[in-house]
């Protein structure tokens, strides 16, 4: 038996970003559904497993806007789109202070930008998964509380199929029940809100990396693209989609829970050499932890990358960041292969030896400010080259973390989905990790932060369907 409900606004998806919208046009007085795959009360989603710190561009979110634009665009290299960054910018403290007054509560977790806005209770800083009654978990729950007293909905179990079209202008959607029901929902404004796409293998492989199956889902497993393809399908444009959010880990993370999400390796990797089986290095490392983890799940053999350093920077970098791997990697059951000798250390590691000490003394000419040969550019900003003279050496077997893809649908600086010819598709909204164009752009796969992403875009999408469903709410009164 299939059912049909009939609704203000239907949003795909129930992280931050959906909810966002959710809560927005529901404070508006319109009538709003929420749709969630899942059937459990506490349904996965990244924005559940979250930490709790919004930033832009690992900074202050509440910034000086044009102080933070600026930011950004260091931090993606001037690849974000204009509009989507200024958007962005101008109404990061408007998000917080509104999200405050659906009772988020906001901590400062610590001295730097980064921390300064930081979900409360919050993310607890160790090993392993420990999201429950936390950050992201109390934030979802109390956004779903804010969203049921306004008169809307949340309703799991129901998986998004079909995106339903009329000349043009999108008027509902299709989903299919956990019970085997359709349900066939008319709206008149649809919001894809339902993440990015990194748990489909199929898409990571067209988009991301020849061998999906050897990169670590690092997140919920939630994200399978379901909006991104249906958008596809209806002519909507996509954006920036090879490039995603994660960060360096231990090869042993692909079948060890508790070395993910931390310890994260980006310390070590963006001050040593990260090479591939051959022993050579294939990326600059100075760009960044996120470039290094999307150069290596390029590979052709993304479990073939090991990170080479001596002891200084185990005991510099190696200590730096939160959750260090210097101790933390080694405390939670992750070897650290060392040597007295390169020689000796290649062989623990697979790699030939020869090789592996041609790489390391064309990389210490290039920290030297030598000629490295046929060996790609080291940058030295911000991320400090540290060279590998005096042992004892080590070397960690590494693997690509993805947690969340950058690139997707095309938006406004609206949340007002991009047909291919550049023209929004009338009716259909989207935000957060669904969508593409502010970060993950060119070749340093800047990022800019997921929180801050959802939320901000989950809650301007809202404010443009407020303002589209009451001017033709207005215009409809008039003609009457």
Same mark, same amino acid.
């Given at each position: 038996?299939?059912?049909?409900?009939?609704?203000?606004?239907?949003?795909?998806?129930?992280?931050?970003?959906?909810?966002?919208?959710?809560?927005?046009?529901?404070?508006?007085?319109?009538?709003?559904?929420?749709?969630?795959?899942?059937?459990?009360?506490?349904?996965?989603?990244?924005?559940?497993?979250?930490?709790?710190?919004?930033?832009?561009?690992?900074?202050?979110?509440?910034? %000086? @806007? *044009?102080? +933070?634009? =600026?930011?950004?665009?260091? &931090?993606? !290299?001037?690849? $974000? %789109? @204009? *509009?989507? +960054?200024? =958007?962005?910018?101008?109404? &990061?403290? !408007?998000?917080? $202070?509104?999200?405050?007054?659906?009772?988020?509560?906001?901590?400062?977790?610590?001295?730097?930008?980064?921390?300064?806005?930081?979900?409360?209770?919050?993310?607890?800083?160790?090993?392993?998964?420990?999201?429950?009654?936390?950050?992201?978990?109390?934030?979802?729950?109390?956004?779903?509380?804010?969203?049921?007293?306004?008169?809307?909905?949340?309703?799991?179990?129901?998986?998004?199929?079909?995106?339903?079209?009329?000349?043009?202008?999108?008027?509902?959607?299709?989903?299919?029940?956990?019970?085997?029901?359709?349900?066939?929902?008319?709206?008149?404004?649809?919001?894809?809100?339902?993440?990015?796409?990194?748990?489909?293998?199929?898409?990571?492989?067209?988009?991301?990396?020849?061998?999906?199956?050897?990169?670590?889902?690092?997140?919920?497993?939630?994200?399978?693209?379901?909006?991104?393809?249906?958008?596809?399908?209806?002519?909507?444009?996509?954006?920036?989609?090879?490039?995603?959010?994660?960060?360096?880990?231990?090869?042993?993370?692909?079948?060890?829970?508790?070395?993910?999400?931390?310890?994260?390796?980006?310390?070590?990797?963006?001050?040593?050499?990260?090479?591939?089986?051959?022993?050579?290095?294939?990326?600059?490392?100075?760009?960044?932890?996120?470039?290094?983890?999307?150069?290596?799940?390029?590979?052709?053999?993304?479990?073939?990358?090991?990170?080479?350093?001596?002891?200084?920077?185990?005991?510099?970098?190696?200590?730096?960041?939160?959750?260090?791997?210097?101790?933390?990697?080694?405390?939670?059951?992750?070897?650290?292969?060392?040597?007295?000798?390169?020689?000796?250390?290649?062989?623990?590691?697979?790699?030939?030896?020869?090789?592996?000490?041609?790489?390391?003394?064309?990389?210490?000419?290039?920290?030297?400010?030598?000629?490295?040969?046929?060996?790609?550019?080291?940058?030295?900003?911000?991320?400090?080259?540290?060279?590998?003279?005096?042992?004892?050496?080590?070397?960690?077997?590494?693997?690509?973390?993805?947690?969340?893809?950058?690139?997707?649908?095309?938006?406004?600086?609206?949340?007002?989905?991009?047909?291919?010819?550049?023209?929004?598709?009338?009716?259909?909204?989207?935000?957060?990790?669904?969508?593409?164009?502010?970060?993950?752009?060119?070749?340093?796969?800047?990022?800019?932060?997921?929180?801050?992403?959802?939320?901000?875009?989950?809650?301007?999408?809202?404010?443009?369907?407020?303002?589209?469903?009451?001017?033709?709410?207005?215009?409809?009164?008039?003609?009457?």
């Amino acid at each position: 038996m299939n059912r049909v409900i009939d609704v203000d606004v239907a949003v795909v998806g129930a992280g931050l970003a959906g909810l966002s919208a959710a809560n927005r046009a529901a404070e508006a007085g319109l009538s709003v559904e929420v749709f969630e795959k899942s059937a459990d009360e506490a349904y996965l989603c990244n924005s559940r497993y979250t930490g709790g710190l919004f930033h832009i561009a690992m900074d202050d979110m509440a910034g %000086d @806007p *044009a102080w +933070a634009k =600026a930011n950004l665009q260091q &931090a993606t !290299r001037g690849t $974000a %789109d @204009p *509009a989507l +960054a200024d =958007a962005l910018t101008k109404n &990061a403290r !408007r998000t917080l $202070a509104w999200l405050s007054s659906k009772g988020i509560r906001f901590i400062k977790g610590g001295p730097d930008g980064l921390r300064r806005n930081s979900l409360s209770p919050p993310g607890v800083r160790q090993t392993g998964l420990n999201w429950r009654g936390r950050a992201g978990d109390v934030m979802l729950r109390t956004l779903g509380d804010r969203l049921r007293e306004r008169g809307g909905k949340l309703s799991r179990g129901l998986s998004a199929r079909q995106l339903q079209m009329d000349d043009g202008r999108c008027v509902g959607l299709t989903l299919d029940a956990v019970d085997g029901h359709t349900v066939s929902v008319r709206a008149r404004a649809v919001v894809i809100a339902d993440g990015g796409f990194q748990a489909n293998p199929d898409l990571v492989r067209r988009f991301i990396s020849p061998r999906p199956e050897q990169l670590l889902q690092r997140n919920a497993g939630s994200g399978v693209g379901s909006g991104l393809l249906m958008a596809e399908a209806v002519g909507a444009q996509l954006v920036g989609t090879g490039r995603f959010y994660g960060h360096v880990h231990h090869r042993n993370a692909m079948a060890d829970g508790g070395l993910w999400p931390y310890p994260v390796l980006d310390s070590l990797a963006t001050a040593g050499l990260v090479v591939d089986a051959a022993a050579k290095r294939f990326c600059n490392e100075g760009l960044g932890g996120v470039f290094v983890t999307n150069a290596i799940a390029r590979l052709d053999e993304p479990l073939s990358a090991t990170v080479v350093f001596d002891d200084a920077t185990w005991n510099g970098p190696g200590r730096d960041w939160l959750l260090p791997a210097n101790p933390y990697l080694v405390n939670a059951g992750g070897d650290v292969q060392t040597a007295t000798t390169l020689d000796e250390l290649a062989p623990k590691v697979g790699l030939d030896p020869a090789a592996l000490k041609a790489t390391v003394a064309a990389y210490n000419r290039q920290v030297d400010g030598g000629h490295a040969g046929d060996q790609p550019a080291r940058s030295t900003s911000p991320y400090k080259a540290w060279p590998v003279r005096q042992g004892p050496f080590h070397a960690i077997p590494l693997c690509a973390g993805i947690t969340y893809t950058m690139g997707g649908i095309a938006t406004d600086a609206a949340g007002r989905v991009l047909h291919t010819t550049g023209a929004p598709i009338a009716g259909l909204y989207a935000a957060g990790s669904a969508t593409g164009g502010l970060e993950g752009g060119g070749e340093a796969a800047g990022y800019s932060g997921g929180l801050s992403k959802a939320s901000v875009f989950g809650l301007l999408a809202g404010d443009a369907i407020v303002e589209a469903l009451a001017g033709a709410a207005a215009n409809m009164k008039a003609v009457a």
